[in-house]
């Protein structure tokens, strides 16, 4: 019974992941605004294009709805920061934190892992070079050692959240983060490279396997995003 | 000693509401992870007992509290859901309950709408409870992050609600709000009326049955 409904639901996740999504493709330049409001970004790729390591099902799912109610959620919550402001209900305006932290996480997150993305044709998985890939034999001893230690930390993650490669902004130097829920990485880390632990990030391609995504993403990872980042 | 994994009555017995698919996984995968998990720490954790290794034993308390609190909600969960046909799934099926509910909220209609919009809130993974206090007969909806169990001193957990992404995604996508919305057809008011009438202890009996 399980198996069939496993299968059926394996099958329906490869036909939407076939090419019927009409992906609009623009520059995805940061996290962007139009009159003051957030917006969602584009993705410079097909929903289908990181198959077969992320499906299309999931990537139309993450990127057009789960993306998309971060931003309309921040959206509201500034809204309603504003009101405060105007009113100002100092108060009010402490209260709206988590929602901020929470919303706006979540749009900053999401934008920086689509960038740190893309398909093996746009040169996802190729490994970093220069001072990037120095920096991460300097301190994890080689590419594979990195990864398997960033393995281990999303593997270690107790409940939603985020593994960061970031760099510390005060000595230059790279460590593994991990950060619950969508808490973004700013003040003293700066981000380089993000992967998203939660489970609507993999769970209708991998179920309960999530060392299986953990170890299929790096195939889709676009190290010259995370050059870009890193000073 | 080491905690095992109790059965379910059937994986289908929750559909249309919760899929058979969706309990299989969420039963034999993720409810085991946490006892297999539990197990090892817990072993762990006596050797470092018997060692006198206390950073050893301080170490593992994390661990321990989000593997252990896996284990006691999902056997909390299990037993507070119903097969939608049964009279088990009427709030008929808790008299007092439903009148402390009533009490506290005006009827049902706005208890669960109060509820749902907890259970809505919640930023990440978690859980939603409704909790009596030991000795009252005061009701509360609380959520708590994670895995963290009700367990302090003196809160009942009457009935939970899992909003780990695992219990519904795979039928309801990002579209939790119909989760939510369809858990009332299948809440095991009976269990629920037995663990408000009830102790803490009464409420975690089923724990000791699985050692
Ligand atoms: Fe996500
Ligand atoms: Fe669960």
Known sequence: ?231 | MACNLTPLISPQALEPHISAQIMTLHHTKHHQTYITNLNAALGKLSTAVSTSDITTQVALQPAIRFNAGGHINHSLFWLNLSPPSSPDAKSSAAPQLTSAINKKWGDMETFKSAFNTQLLGIQGSGWGWLVKEEGKNDLRIMTTKDQDPVVEAGLVPVFGVDMWEHAYYLQYNNVKADYVKEIWSVINWKVAEERFLGAQKNAFGMLKASM
């Not at chain 1, 709805?65 to 921040?74: E, F, G, R």
């Not at chain 1, 996802?124 to 990864?147: N, Q, V």
């Open chain 1, 1 to 231: 019974m399980a198996s069939t409904m496993l299968r059926t639901s394996a099958l329906r996740s490869t036909i939407r992941a076939t090419p019927t999504v009409a992906s609009k493709r623009a520059r995805l330049a940061g996290v962007s605004f139009v009159r003051g409001k957030a917006t969602l970004p584009d993705l410079p790729y097909d929903y289908g294009a990181l198959e077969p390591a992320i499906n299309g099902k999931i990537m139309e799912l993450h990127h057009s709805k789960h993306h998309n109610t971060y931003v309309t959620s921040y959206n509201q919550a500034i809204e309603k920061l504003q009101e405060a402001q105007q009113a100002q209900d100092i108060a009010g305006q402490i209260a709206l934190k988590p929602l901020i932290n929470f919303h706006g996480g979540g749009h900053i997150n999401h934008t920086l892992f689509w960038e740190n993305l893309a398909p093996k044709n746009q040169g996802g998985g190729e490994p970093p070079s220069g001072s990037l890939s120095k920096a991460i034999d300097g301190s994890f001893g080689s590419l594979d050692a990195m990864k398997q230690k960033f393995n281990t930390a999303l593997a270690g993650i107790q409940g939603s959240g985020w593994a960061w490669l970031v760099q510390d902004t005060q000595t230059g130097s790279i460590s593994i983060k991990t950060y619950a829920n969508q808490d973004p990485v700013v003040g003293q880390f700066r981000p380089i490279l993000g992967i998203d632990a939660w489970e609507h990030a993999y769970y209708l391609q991998y179920q309960n396997r999530k060392a299986e995504y953990f170890s299929a993403v790096w195939d889709v990872v676009n190290w010259k995003a995370a050059e870009k980042r890193f000073k």
